[in-house]
């Protein structure tokens, strides 16, 4: 058997995707979790063969989550289905350790079939996006990704200084670095081209 923890914030979504694997005679659902945090504690308790997770839950995202399993626990394969046909968050979930990238409109045997493939050790990515995602890279680094979704969020200079313990000038240098990398007049169309890119 293959057994799979499922992280999904939305209860109904939660509860059908673990109805539908739970259909497969060679996949046990052996925990549900509702956010980030769960998911990993999950992870650590149950040590499943797959992660199946969302990517934007509360607490941890599910990037964040990938990273993390694949760091702490490397025999448990993650598999992200989100509704992001973006090849910027597929780039980023690869490079967190995720195995499978899968789009919640795919097939519903296209799921089961990708937990086997992503067991096995091979990659399951939604083929629309498996092309994009080698052509087009990520300009920003990690800090400048931070420092742009906060601003993107409402927050000052001083507010992203404090939150990230740095000094105003390097905050402004960071902005100032992304804006330029992106092409952009200033940060609101920074974030903006960074969040339809799925880099933010």
Known sequence: ?????????????????????????????????????????????????????????????GLEVAAAVTARHPRTRVVILTTFARAGYLRRAL????????????????????????????????????????????PLNDRERQVLRLASDGANGGEIAGHLQLSEGTVRNYLSDAITKLGAKNRVEAARIAREKGWL
């Open 95 to 138: 490079d967190a350790g995720a195995l499978g990238y899968l789009l919640k409109d795919s097939p519903a045997d296209t799921l089961a079939n990708a937990i086997r493939r992503v067991h096995g050790g091979m990659r399951a990515v939604a083929p629309e996006l498996a092309q994009e995602a080698w052509t087009e890279r990520d």
């Open 1 to 61: 058997m293959i057994r799979v923890v499922v992280a999904e914030d939305q209860s109904m979504v939660l509860g059908a995707l673990a109805a539908l694997l739970e259909i497969e005679r060679d996949i046990e659902v052996v925990g549900r979790a509702r956010d980030g945090r769960d998911a990993l504690e999950l992870v650590a308790s149950e040590m499943p063969d797959v992660l199946l997770t969302d990517i934007e839950m509360p607490h941890l995202s």
